[in-house]
Structures are given as C-alpha cells and as structure tokens.
C-alpha cells in the first residue's frame, strides 16, 4: 500500500514564509543589507519559519518603501530581472491591501459617528428592515 505523505508538505504559511523570506534574501544581497540569520535559515529551508511571516513581511515592505528612486528602478521595478518583478509584484499588492485595510478602517470610523448619532428607534428600524431583507 503506497505511503501518503501529505501531512509532510509544507503548510500554505511555510510557503508564505520562505517566499517572503528568499524575497528579502534576493533583495538585501542587492543592495547591500545584513541578512538577518533567522530570515536566511526560512529562506533555505523546506518548511520556511510560519512564526517568521509578520516581521518578514514588515522588514521587506519597509525595505522598499526606504529606497530611493533610483534603487526602486534598479531592484523592484527592472522589468528584465525575474526577482525584481516578483518583488514588485508581492509590494504592489502589499500596498493595494494596505490601502483596502485603511478604506475599511475608515468606513468603520464613518458608520460608527452616523450610528452614533441615530436615536434609539431609528436604530430599532434599521435593525427590522436588514432582518427582513
């Protein structure tokens, strides 16, 4: 009977994490950073480091938002680099869920001073007419 290995593979955040990881190795060979040990281990290894994905992230997203032009040309934005564009493409979307985060704070922060300043029986009718819809 065949082994079935599946419980072996790496987790969806093991993946996260050592992408995230080779991402920061590729670009702090670049320009010339440290590389942090603990992200050269995840980027190495077969099952990353998952406790590693929050500050991976945070140090890749900074790292980018620190260069200067000229470098986001040179490294992030080089068309004809493969890591350059996975790079641009995983901070392009790390900004567009930025930006879908801060929308969502701010229609949280807009409801809450409309309900806010609702009477008790306008929020009594508000709640009837969703439960019927």
Not at 103 to 131: C, G, P, T
């Amino acid at each position: 009977m065949p082994c079935n290995s599946e419980y072996m593979e790496p987790t969806y955040k093991e993946i996260v994490s050592k992408s995230v990881c080779k991402k920061i190795v590729s670009l702090f060979e670049k320009i010339g950073k440290v590389i942090p040990k603990d992200i050269k281990k995840a980027s190495e290894d077969y099952y990353g480091n998952s406790l590693l994905i929050e500050r991976a992230e945070e140090l890749l997203y900074n790292t980018i938002q620190n260069l200067d032009k000229d470098s986001l040309n040179k490294y992030i934005y080089n068309g004809r680099d493969k890591d350059s564009r996975d790079l641009a493409n995983w901070y392009e979307e790390k900004c567009n869920n930025l930006h879908q985060m801060e929308l969502a704070e701010s229609n949280k922060k807009e409801v809450e001073d409309i309900l806010s300043k609702l009477r008790l029986e306008e929020i009594e009718l508000i709640k009837n007419y969703y439960k019927r819809a």
